[in-house]
């Protein structure tokens, strides 16, 4: 079989959801690049604010990438294109309101100068080196999503990215069922299809089962409403806007990311909310209560939001009030869980009524659930498929799912992040795995922080320090005046006051001893320390002689 | 009303699940307690290993303490009993099973000797003070479990600790409707309940349907079955046992703390497990794989637990093979939800079979559901309801059953640990708020962290140290030698290559000039690196003179 025949797609990243943050298609001297995006942080990745793909395996090809397809306007698809176009500005092509967004975003952080774009509709197609794109419309949590057939010297691709099958979305506008059933009767030679999911048994329900929850929510609200979810989640937008007008409460965003959206959406047409409807927060925060819904972000509990701001009560512009009546219109992300949980028993302890998604219905997951996995696949009747987006187990629930409705074992294939996989001759394979992991950022640092910092961060805060300076007579080797001794989250200052002498004790008689070296005097102390307390601070020696 | 008649009923512990680690009722001269549990650390309580609750109120009283009665012999019960028995020596209440785990637990820690016991049964009751305590049977996830009808001269108090109502549970004990009923017609002044499911809708399915699930796991199993549970989750070990037996394989148990338990358990005859079914795991671990079934911990994706050590691939006496299936027989604790995934994740990537509640039912809950909950409120209808055993959210969601079933709005109490509440005159009201929080347990340090450290901890977790060491000339006040810089956590050396002689230059510079106090040198180096890296480590001097 020819080389000229291999198109290699690669997953880049870190572990994680495989191929979510970024995917490319190689054949030959071109490469097309798919979503730039952000991932979170685990809870054990201590100080990093979040992470983008490692993409070293690009930019040692970087000439030969021709373009970055966007399929919809999520920070966990766009949120890394700032540093990817800083390292290899290709052009963006993206549908009018991810467009908007993606520039907005930069706008914020003053970069928008630096980005080229090709704006693209559902529908269309674009030949870009050898690759073929034709864009079609998939209904999700965000307007004007799309997703990719790419047809390739080596085989028709479709690349599903987040989607679900919602006949009766907010926009009125549902997954291009056509376009789907054509590529399978032209022969889809490889299917990648979205993971989130593929755990959960049955259907997603629609976005219209919200309405319904919020109408009531708003009607039995005897103050204000507010409403937190992810600045991102445009069709959520509408759908508190038109409770809004239902319940004859006016609207007000608080929030420069979320005031953002909904400026470029409504700008756009993607969002229909009349003038008004929407009034600024000051004034909505001087109107009787009953008669707002404030619109912000922090379903997820993050201390530094609004609604992580007003559970702590440390909001500046408003407060929570006695009749407030908070809904999380989110569903935790794996990991937050438990963030989330204390910032409701925050708000409830401050007095608020809070309603999530377990008690009323005021989220539904934007992605397809096993039913809808497994009629895409039906749909499109692949010769080989591929799980992405998803953590491994999702992946692999969804090969078992893709077995069950009848493709073959043996062309299903589930890789991680950083492994190469290559469609040749209408086989599947594994290539080679590509160096490359998570890219962490931490303050304007991206890639300053790696896996052995992050080791050191955890020793640090598992135990603390204990910091011991010494003075030594240049001649006689013996101390100049007694050790200093500086503890960090290690012991309390009552419990210092009794063991750090002891601790000076120790120091001053094995420097006595002679045994002066760093090495000595930290093996000793970290040796009493533990024998006292069975904790192992990180002990830090400073010799001057 | 004379105070004589004033019950006080004082949930003890931190914020977290109201009294379901330790809770005391006092009546003038005479206290009870109710468990004595540990709690787990969240994920942000950097190091420590677990909390047990702060009974610094007892300790005021500690001879008006007449007992300590233990419901059940799980860790949130029975966790910190060897803590509150070396401070208050009270005689232990507990039926046979529980207290042979406690027994268990005690010698593990060579306490044994320290604990006063008086065995109780299910059906009995003990005069205790001014208190008469009935102990009647509810079915959980763990033989012989008990909860309390307490007469007081204030009213008769049901106190109803973990529980579920399982018409078939794996011992065919049925929680005691008809001494609830009995309660119900002698009166109840105050329930206190278990809300631990109240946010999850209808009935929490019986023990029962985990037995064909794990029939079938063990007939498709190709390899071995190692099923993960707590070591205290006794009933989970007769349905493997059963479900090992009908399929021919062997069972054995690894980790000192389920040897222990099943082995107290089997002496009791709680468990009905043939000799012939047990072998050593030595043996099984050189049998025909497909004869074999292992059980162990580590269903909450422990690191240090034997299932998160075959994730790793550093268990030291087995390690995993390819045809294992792993099940694991729990859900995750919340907060643990991440760390069960990774855990997965990452048997999955070794070639395990992985099987958790979410893909079979091989797990169920051992409490109560909504519709549970409200039939015990209507089988006992109390005058007064107090959830209990839960997040504060949980216990607004119960409080709110109990006002759907009928119980009167003003007659329901929702508290956190800490607030003391009296029942007087048939009417019940909040009274003061006793201090106290959570007792964190690091190493053998109890009480010796406490908030303030786990700041620091954090701090030191978000952006690393630097340490400064600087030695000056007593004379002229000028550098000995060039500062020595120390980080940790902060940067990768490759960045330290050109930020650290920078930060040296600017000591040299801030010290030269005269301005060499600590705090001159700590605020100059901090905004340098803060304008450098947008991070903030901590910075440390040590100065020389």
Redesign the interface.
């Known amino acids: 079989m020819s080389k000229k025949n291999k198109l290699r797609i690669i997953p880049l990243g870190g572990?994680g959801e495989v191929g979510k943050n970024m995917m490319a298609y190689e054949f030959g001297n071109d490469i097309i690049v798919v979503d730039a995006g952000i991932m979170f942080p685990?809870?054990d990745m201590?100080?990093v604010d979040y992470i983008i793909p490692d993409f070293e395996y690009l930019l040692k090809k970087a000439d030969r990438v021709r373009a970055l397809i966007i399929t919809h306007g999520h920070e966990d698809h766009i949120g890394a294109i700032q540093h990817f176009i800083e390292q290899i500005n290709v052009p963006i092509y993206a549908t009018p309101l991810t467009r908007g967004l993606i520039e907005g975003k930069l706008a914020r952080n003053d970069a928008q100068h630096k980005a080229r774009f090709k704006t693209i509709q559902a529908g269309e197609s674009s030949n870009i080196g050898v690759f073929k794109v034709e864009y079609f419309h998939v209904s999700h949590s965000i307007p004007d999503a799309v997703s990719l057939g790419i047809t390739t010297p080596a085989g028709l691709i479709v690349h599903m990215s987040d989607f679900k099958f919602d006949h009766t979305p907010v926009d009125g506008w549902a997954t291009d069922f056509a376009k789907l059933a054509e590529f399978s009767t032209r022969g889809v030679d490889l299917l990648l299809s979205d993971s989130t999911n593929a755990?959960r048994p049955g259907w997603t329900p629609s976005e219209k089962v919200i309405g319904p929850a919020f109408d009531k929510v708003f009607a039995e609200a005897k103050g204000r409403v507010i409403v937190a979810t992810f600045a991102s989640l445009i069709s959520r937008v509408q759908q508190v806007a038109d409770a809004a007008v239902k319940s004859g409460r006016k609207m007000a965003l608080a929030g420069p990311s979320m005031v953002d959206n909904v400026k470029i959406a409504r700008k756009l047409k993607y969002l229909e909310i009349s003038d008004d409807v929407i009034v600024p927060l000051e004034q909505a925060l001087s109107m009787q209560e009953h008669k707002v819904v404030l619109m912000c972000t922090g379903s997820q509990g993050e201390p530094s939001s609004i609604v992580g701001r007003l559970s702590a009560g440390t909001n500046r512009q408003f407060d929570l009030k006695p009749n407030d009546t908070i809904v999380l219109s989110s569903h935790p992300i794996?990991?937050n869980?438990?963030s989330v949980?204390?910032t409701?028993?925050r708000l409830?302890?401050r007095g608020a009524k809070?309603i999530d998604d377990?008690?009323a219905p005021i989220h539904v997951s934007g992605h397809a659930s096993q039913e809808e996995q497994k009629l895409l696949i039906n749909i499109v009747r692949p010769k080989h498929f591929m799980p992405i987006h998803g953590?491994?187990?999702m992946l692999?629930?969804h090969a078992e799912l893709a077995k069950e409705v009848g493709v073959e074992e043996e062309n299903i294939i589930v890789v991680?992040n950083g492994q190469v996989v290559e469609l040749i001759g209408n086989k599947i394979q594994l290539a080679e795995r590509i160096p490359g992991s998570y890219i962490f950022v931490?303050?304007?640092?991206i890639g300053?922080?790696?896996h052995?910092?992050?080791k050191?961060?955890?020793?640090?805060?598992?135990?603390?320090?204990l910091?011991i300076?010494i003075?030594l007579d240049k001649r006689t080797g013996k101390l100049?005046h007694d050790p200093?001794i500086?503890t960090?989250?290690?012991?309390?200052s009552e419990?210092a006051e009794t063991l750090l002498p002891e601790v000076r004790k120790r120091v001053m008689k094995v420097v006595n001893e002679g045994k002066n070296s760093e090495k000595d005097i930290v093996s000793t102390i970290k040796s009493y320390l533990?024998q006292e307390?069975?904790?192992k601070p990180?002990v830090?020696v400073?010799?001057?002689k």
């Open positions: 572990l685990h809870n201590l100080g755990e794996p990991g869980e438990e949980s204390k409701i028993n409830l302890r809070v377990g008690v953590e491994l187990r692999m629930r991680e931490d303050g304007e640092s300053d922080i790696d052995d910092i992050m050191e961060r955890s020793q640090l805060a598992r135990n603390g320090i910091l300076d003075s100049l200093e500086l960090r989250g290690f012991v309390t419990e533990h307390t069975k904790r990180m830090f400073t010799l001057s």
